[in-house]
């Protein structure tokens, strides 16, 4: 099984801060707008994209972490889960929430994220940010803000680490059915 790197610190690094421009402009500032990370490395992400629109802007943006958990269509399939703990130190109710992931695959995640958020409040408006959409959507969920297209097949395994969890920043993709030496 061959691994690759498909983004490295400094590209991930470009990519958030690309994501937080377009987060910025989208929402004509950063007036009502509240960043929610999806545990684990969403969360991470997130407070990243809040530091990065900070220096930016000279403005804090209010971060949030939101399980999921409870809320997934598969707990039947995978009762084990962990929870983590959601953390909403602010109201969503009239303001723009940036749900924040490291990985859009089937969109069932998000979904369950749009379940949850909804406990929290009412938002006007709520976007998607995703540093990797690798396809293989099962909903009609598109990421808003997107690091990298990652096509990939379903085989395949896309790995983000991050240094605040694994000690390092990457994207990784392993796994597959290419013959060596077939191209991607």
């Known amino acids: 099984m061959t691994t690759r790197t498909v983004l490295d610190g400094a590209e991930i690094s470009r990519a958030l801060t690309r994501i937080s421009h377009e987060i910025i402009e989208a929402n004509k500032g950063v007036a009502d707008l509240v960043l929610v990370g999806i545990p684990t490395r969403g969360s991470m992400l997130a407070r990243r994209i809040a530091e990065i629109i900070s220096r930016i802007e000279g403005v804090d943006v209010p971060v949030g972490s939101l399980d999921t ?22 109201s969503v ?65 896309i790995s983000v680490k991050l240094t605040e969890h694994d000690g390092e920043d990457s994207v990784t993709i392993s796994g597959g059915t290419r013959e060596a030496g077939e191209s991607a």
């Open 69 to 90: 958990t409870m809320y997934r269509d598969d707990l039947a399939q995978h009762p084990t889960r962990a929870p983590h703990p959601t953390d909403m130190p602010m």
């Open 93 to 157: 109710d009239g303001v723009t929430v940036v749900l924040v992931d490291d990985v859009l695959f089937s969109g069932r995640t998000v979904r369950a994220a749009l379940d949850a958020l909804g406990d929290h409040g009412r938002p006007k408006a709520v976007r998607l940010a995703a540093l990797i959409d690798r396809g293989h959507r099962e909903l009609p969920i598109r990421a808003d803000y997107i690091g990298k297209n990652l096509p990939s097949s379903r085989d395949e395994r």
